[in-house]
């Protein structure tokens, strides 16, 4: 475990990972702390003037219009906190509690919100801590930030409402706080605002989903090889000089990826073995590089968007760094939300191109000499006949998650709030399609291994038999007889979540992009 240090310049994808999913300790910098203190006395001195300033003197949203006095401004941002945090449904999983509540952080410690720096302090304590605020599915329109969620983070630092201790047992948060020597917060002017208003949640899942997403591309780019070396299939489109006359980058990637799986293979190119030899493979044999290439293309933006969404400061109103206190609108979710949808368009066409290969392996009319379901004895035997209707079923919701929620909008605050980003939203689903899309990746990888080792008298790849040596070796078995296959499908789809596919084969190809 390694400490992650925040400034006031933002932070990495990769930091965002290590404290959601490496429970990596946080420290706040001298740098941070010192800008912190700054931003504060800024606040301070217009809180104690007459004029009203939006989020230190008045209501907000609608509410902006009312001016609030001294007397009631602490009770104010208690009350945004308590009357915010209004979620309902589901709870949201442990790492994206953990990443909304670092990313505010690094927002926090820029300097631009005003908040203490005892605050932020907290907050980093209550991450070491491992104490997860109870967060639920629903309360996000991915405008103001990702209110709701965050809301319920800020109850926590407040000691109310209720959250997850390290070892898992939900408590009121007042109680793990004290078990763990962190006092309540009391909030003061702005700092309840501040605590929610940010992306911070839409863009944690998308940093997270881009980690995951690299790793599946990775998987499937192998997958597709050893479908192409199943189906005795021609490695020549995957020829270097072919891809660099059409020149996305993606697709030479994956050309690359595919061809070093495939280096030493005694299965491609068997066409002349048919009844009816081919000249050609299927398109989505042969076009797998494009579409696969295509998504690696649109991970790539995506990847763009969350590093400059990491390096920013947002909230409203900010400090800037001449003083003034400005209301802005950069809170909108917008940017984020569009590239949720890309990827969950590009991995639901991964997806649907990654099923149409499995189900030629199983269709005798099109396998090119494999026993139907690649069974072992079909008729009395099934082979993986279901499997592929599981993985079909997969694809199909992954087609339904793919329609855009970033182009839905639902007015609100009494129609302050009038256009709304839906960014929680999309992020929420493209997690539902990412894991969907491992399940399909490994479907696949069941049945092409089977397929090529039911290949008598022809020799895989080396990297082929690594992958499957490493998948047989991880629980999942080989051709024979029907059994319970979901053990199988479970073992696999863990195999290339836990990414012991690329793990196997690049010891051979050396490392894949």
């Given at each position: 475990m390694h400490t992650v240090v925040v400034g006031t310049a933002g932070t990495s994808g990769r930091d965002v990972v290590a404290v959601a999913r490496g429970l990596a300790r946080v420290e706040l910098g001298a740098e941070a702390l010192g800008a912190m203190a700054a931003a504060r006395e800024v606040v301070e001195a217009l809180a104690a003037k007459p004029e009203p300033v939006y989020g230190v003197s008045t209501g907000f949203g609608a509410l902006a219009t009312r001016h609030i006095g001294q007397d009631l401004r602490t009770q104010l941002?208690?009350?945004?906190?308590?009357?915010?945090?209004?979620?309902?449904?589901?709870?949201?999983?442990?790492?994206?509690?953990?990443?909304?509540?670092?990313?505010?952080?690094?927002?926090?410690?820029?300097?631009?919100?005003?908040?203490?720096?005892?605050?932020?302090?907290?907050?980093?304590?209550?991450?070491?801590?491992?104490?997860?605020?109870?967060?639920?599915?629903?309360?996000?329109?991915?405008?103001?930030?990702?209110?709701?969620?965050?809301?319920?983070?800020?109850?926590?630092?407040?000691?109310?409402?209720?959250?997850?201790?390290?070892?898992?047992?939900?408590?009121?948060?007042?109680?793990?706080?004290?078990?763990?020597?962190?006092?309540?917060?009391e909030l003061r002017e702005k700092e309840g605002l501040a605590l929610l208003n940010g992306t911070d949640g839409m863009l944690g899942m998308l940093v997270m989903a881009i980690a995951d997403l690299r790793r599946l591309y990775t998987s499937a780019d192998i997958t597709a090889a050893l479908s192409l070396e199943a189906l005795l299939g021609t490695a020549k489109v995957l020829a270097p000089e072919l891809h660099a006359i059409r020149p996305h980058p993606g697709q030479g990637v994956s050309a690359a990826n595919m061809l070093r799986v495939l280096a030493g293979s005694g299965l491609t190119g068997h066409f002349q073995q048919d009844e009816a030899p081919r000249v050609q493979d299927a398109y989505s044999v042969r076009c797998a590089p494009q579409v696969a290439g295509a998504g690696r293309d649109t991970l790539e933006y995506a990847d763009i968007v969350a590093g400059r969404e990491l390096a920013s400061a947002v909230d409203n109103p900010v400090v800037l760094p001449d003083g003034r206190v400005e209301s802005n609108g950069n809170f909108h979710g917008a940017p984020v939300a569009y590239v949720l949808d890309f990827l969950a368009i590009a991995a639901a066409d991964l997806g649907s191109i990654a099923e149409r290969r499995t189900d030629r392996l199983l269709d005798k009319n099109r396998s090119h000499g494999l026993p139907p379901f690649l069974a072992d004895d079909p008729g009395v035997d099934s082979g993986l006949m279901i499997a592929q209707y599981t993985q079909a079923a997969l694809v199909s919701e992954m087609k339904r998650l793919a329609v855009p929620a970033s182009v839905d909008s639902i007015p609100s605050s009494a129609m302050q709030e009038d256009h709304v980003s839906m960014g929680w939203s999309a992020a929420r689903k493209l997690r539902t399609a990412v894991d969907h899309l491992t399940r399909v990746i490994a479907v696949e990888l069941y049945a092409a291994t089977r397929a090529i080792e039911l290949r008598e008298g022809l020799t895989p790849a080396p990297a082929s038999r690594a992958a499957i040596d490493a998948l047989r070796a991880a629980g999942v078995q080989g051709p024979g007889p029907d059994r319970f296959l979901a053990p199988d499908l479970a073992a696999a789809d863990a195999f290339v979540r836990e990414g012991g596919l690329i793990a196997a084969v690049e010891p051979v190809t050396g490392p894949l992009a």
């Open positions: 941002q208690r009350n945004i906190v308590r009357s915010h945090a209004a979620g309902m449904g589901p709870r949201v999983e442990r790492e994206v509690v953990r990443a909304l509540m670092f990313l505010r952080l690094k927002t926090v410690a820029s300097g631009r919100t005003g908040v203490r720096p005892q605050i932020a302090q907290t907050m980093a304590d209550v991450l070491n801590a491992r104490i997860t605020p109870v967060v639920h599915e629903f309360g996000s329109l991915g405008c103001s930030g990702d209110l709701a969620p965050l809301s319920h983070c800020a109850l926590t630092l407040m000691g109310e409402g209720d959250a997850e201790g390290p070892d898992g047992t939900v408590a009121p948060a007042g109680e793990l706080l004290a078990a763990h020597g962190i006092a309540p917060v």
